[in-house]
Each structure stands twice: as C-alpha cells, then as structure tokens.
C-alpha cells in the first residue's frame, strides 16, 4: 500500500443512493484519520525528524540523521507480551470444532501478532472473515487482517458492533484505488476499477451483521474504536528526547577537544612555514606548541578551559526516559536507562507489574473482537442461519503475559494440584503450566494412550489370573449367583 491517501472521489456510478451515502461516509472517515495515522506510523519506523527550538542547535547540524527508538518500543514491548494461543470453549475441543484447522489455514499465528501491533499502533486493526475461493487455494473460510489505514468502519452504539465497514484492497502504479470492499449486515459489495469505469460485484449473505471485526486498544464510552499506544504526550516525550541527544551530539562536537588561549603570543607563532595562518583543526591537534618570547622578552601565558561536561544532558535523558517510562507503563530499563545498583527478581517484577496489568487488559479488548470473528467463520463454514448456544460460550485463550519461569509455574500448578484445586491431567492445568496448545494436544493424546494401556494391562492381568486359579473365580461367581 501506499504512504500517501489514494485517489478516490468516493463516487461509484450505478451505486445505489444509500449504499453510496455510506460508502462516501466512511471515505471521508478514513480521509480524516489517514494523517494521525500517518504521524505515528513515521514515529513508530524510525522516520521522524527532530522538531528543533531553534536555540542550542546551529543550522549546520539541524538536519543531523538522529533517531530515537523509544515510540517503536512503547509498541513492541507489550505487543511481544499479547500472544493468542488458540480458542477454548467449556465442554468441547477446539480440535473437534474444526476452530484449530481454521486457524491453521489461516495462519493465526503469523497474523494475529501482526494485527496486536497495528491495533496497538493506530488504536485499531480489523479482520475480515469472508468465504474463501477454494478452486483459487483459498481455504473455506478466508480471515484476512487490514491496517486501520486501509480500513474504517461505522460504529452501532446500540447493537455494539459494526453497521458498515470499508476496506481498501488493493492501490494501482497510479496511487488510485483499484478495488475496495463496502460490507454491511446483509451483503458484501465488491468495487473494482476496469480503466474510467467500476465494476460492482455484490454477494448476499444471511449472517445479520457485519463480517468485519474492530481488533480495538482502550475503548471507551463515546470512543469504540480505541486509542493508540503512541499518544500525544508519549509523542511529545519523544521529541523532547530526541532533542536532548542532538544537543549533546552537538556538545561533543564542539567541545569535544580542549579549548586553549595564549596571551601574549606573536601572530607568527599561528603560521606555517609560508607565512599562511594554520587551520584551526591543525592547531587543535597539534602535539607540541612551540611559542618564542615576545618582543620585550616575556615568555606568553597559556591555558586550557575547562572541558564541557555532558552529564547535564545525561541526567536530562534520564528524566525524559522517567517520564516516558510512566507514560507508556514501561520499566525504565527498557529505555537504555541503567540504574547504579542491579535490581533484584523482586525489584524487576514491581517494575513490570504495571506493563503486565496493561496487557491483560489489552487481550481482554482484543480477545472480543477475535472471538466474534471466530464464531462469524465458523457460521460460514457451517451455513448456519444463526449461531448455536453453546457456540457462545466460545473464548480467545491467550498466554500468560507475565511470562513467569517454568519453575514458578511449576510450583503454584503443583501446589494447586496437591490441594485438589486442579485436576492432575486437565487441558487446564496444562495451560497453567504454560504450554501452547499443540503441546497439550499431545500431551492429552498421551494422557489417552498410557490410560487404555493401563486398561488393557488390568484386564490381561485379571484373565492370568482367572486361568490360575480357576476355583477362585467359580467360587466367586458362585456367590455372586447365590
């Protein structure tokens, strides 16, 4: 896609009055978010350009090729901490249902980490959930990710999901949109562009809403589809940042080397053997100053200035990097900031416990919209004309954001387990001990295997020992007659 709004006047001849009036609707939406986006997408790629004050910095050195990673690393540290390990629904397998196919088809795995950081990003993502092509390769059920850059929708405050969606498919060599996406609750419009003209292709279906799903970050009253991780103080911090690193790159440039005087001295002790003042780099690197006594004999004085100290721009990044830390729920570490004592596990688990909270928070938000999209692909898989009541028990299982050592997970699961909170062989207590789902697949295939051998070797044992001691088992079943 482009990095500049494609071309499109929202006008599609043949279109009927109220589908056009949508569809103008959210291009205008789209048009009117496409610069916030833009900004922090700059900020986020390492592409933005210092907002200088135009006091500490000469002009020679403002367009200096300076960059600070922090607005990517607001992003990247909590999106590294969302990991979507499947779907679970009580009573049922999400193996049986067909739902761990679907997101192997798909590849949930590669594309739900991509679709965490674009919310994250622009305070959004969408997915769409389509009947796929499947004479083209496409499995059944399609569920494909756009960017809130290429994609907007129209929020139902009352039935609290989408009542139009827009997404921008494809862009050509021209910068114009060559094919969008309009879908409403009923039907799915296709717009193509074939030269000056569009090709409208519409498809029905009978889901009732929207097959397009808001993957959203911070939602709130009067504000559904979220907030971005890069907000305005966030970006702000950062430039004041940035600043403090050009300064002190401007610093050291100047005052890198000690500034001497000489008074007293004679004009010619600043010359070359031709008479031509020498340049000041080569006086500055000059190893040996050899000065002769002035004309009444005194030898000149010579000094040195203080060197410049950089620890006040030190001690000004370390207060940025407190603030942004606090801003964005970030240990201060993380920003490249060294406390002088190393801190113990104790000490760095209260540092992340904040960036933890949030996370969970964030796979709460996100985990509605991929459930809802979920339970739309399995709808259309099935055609089904509505969804069953034990379909909506259905929930996004995530792993655990807190990261915790196998050895801490291992002993609260084994404490759990010893007081009969938790069952010893359960999918549950698998996940507790934070294996990905997968491995408890065949961990329980196992768990199946060893209990019908277990079986099979009580039963062989009892039939050894009936043809032992037959008189035993007479007796036995003489009583048990009598």
């Given amino acids: 896609m482009s990095a500049t709004l494609p071309l499109f006047d929202a006008g599609v001849p043949g279109l009927a009055a109220g589908d056009q009036e949508l569809l103008t609707k959210l291009w205008r939406q789209l048009a009117a978010k496409w610069?916030?986006?833009?900004?922090?997408?700059?900020?986020?790629d390492r592409k933005y350009v210092l907002k200088d004050l135009g006091i500490a910095i000469p002009p020679s050195l403002r367009n200096l090729d300076t960059v600070l990673g922090w607005p990517a690393k607001a992003v990247d540290v909590l999106a590294r901490r969302l990991n979507l390990d499947g779907f679970v629904i009580p009573g049922g397998s999400s193996t049986d249902l067909g739902i761990d196919a679907i997101c192997a088809?798909?590849?949930?795995?590669?594309?739900?980490?991509q679709a965490n950081t674009s919310a994250l990003l622009h305070a959004c993502a969408f997915m769409a959930v389509t009947l796929g092509d499947t004479a083209a390769g496409e499995p059944k059920v399609l569920m494909t990710t756009q960017s809130a850059e290429h994609a907007t929708g129209l929020w139902d405050a009352r039935r609290r999901r989408l009542r139009a969606a827009l997404v921008i498919v494809d862009v050509d060599d021209a910068c114009r949109v060559a094919e969008l996406v309009l879908a409403l609750p009923d039907r799915i419009l296709t717009i193509k562009r074939d030269g000056d003209r569009w090709d409208v292709r519409e498809v029905n279906h009978k889901l009732g809403r929207v097959p397009v799903e808001p993957l959203v970050y911070q939602p709130r009253i009067g504000r559904p589809f979220g907030s971005s991780r890069l907000t305005r103080s966030v970006l702000s911090l950062a430039d004041?940042?940035?600043?403090?690193?050009?300064?002190?790159?401007?610093?050291?440039?100047?005052?890198?080397?000690?500034q001497r005087y000489a008074m007293g001295a004679?004009?010619?002790?600043?010359?070359?053997?031709?008479?031509?003042?020498?340049?000041?780099?080569?006086?500055?690197?000059?190893?040996?100053?050899?000065?002769?006594?002035?004309?009444?004999?005194?030898?000149?004085?010579?000094?040195?200035?203080?060197?410049?100290?950089?620890?006040?721009?030190?001690?000004?990044?370390?207060?940025?990097?407190?603030?942004y830390a606090a801003e964005t729920s970030l240990p201060v570490s993380s920003l490249g900031i060294v406390q002088d004592n190393p801190s113990s596990a104790e000490a760095i688990h209260a540092q992340m416990a904040e960036l933890i909270i949030e996370a969970e928070y964030a796979a709460t938000t996100l985990g509605a919209g991929y459930r809802r999209a979920m339970l739309t692909a399995l709808q259309l898989r099935d055609n089904l004309p509505s969804l069953p009541a034990d379909l909506l028990a259905l929930r996004a299982q995530w792993k655990d954001p807190a990261t915790p050592s196998k050895a801490a997970a291992a002993d609260a699961v084994t404490k759990q387990v010893s007081s009969g909170i938790l069952p010893p062989m359960s999918e549950v207590t698998y996940e507790q001990l934070g294996y990905d789902q997968t491995t408890i697949a065949r961990l329980m295939e196992d768990n199946r295997r060893a209990a019908a051998q277990q079986r099979l070797t009580a039963l062989a044992a009892a039939?050894?020992?009936?043809?032992?001691?037959?008189?035993?088992t007479l007796e036995a079943g003489g009583g048990n007659s009598g």
Wanted: charged share 25%.
């Fill in 266 to 323: 004679d004009e010619e002790a600043f010359q070359d053997a031709q008479g031509r003042p020498k340049g000041q780099w080569e006086s500055i690197i000059g190893r040996v100053w050899a000065i002769e006594r002035d004309e009444n004999g005194d030898i000149p004085t010579v000094g040195q200035f203080p060197q410049i100290s950089m620890q006040p721009h030190v001690e000004q990044l370390r207060m940025w990097a407190q603030l």
């Fill in 240 to 258: 004041s940042a940035l600043r403090t690193v050009v300064r002190s790159e401007v610093t050291a440039e100047f005052f890198s080397a000690p």
């Fill in 35 to 44: 610069p916030r986006h833009q900004i922090r997408q700059r900020y986020y």
């Fill in 463 to 472: 039939a050894t020992a009936a043809r032992q001691n037959p008189a035993v």
């Fill in 105 to 113: 088809e798909n590849n949930l795995d590669l594309e739900a980490p």
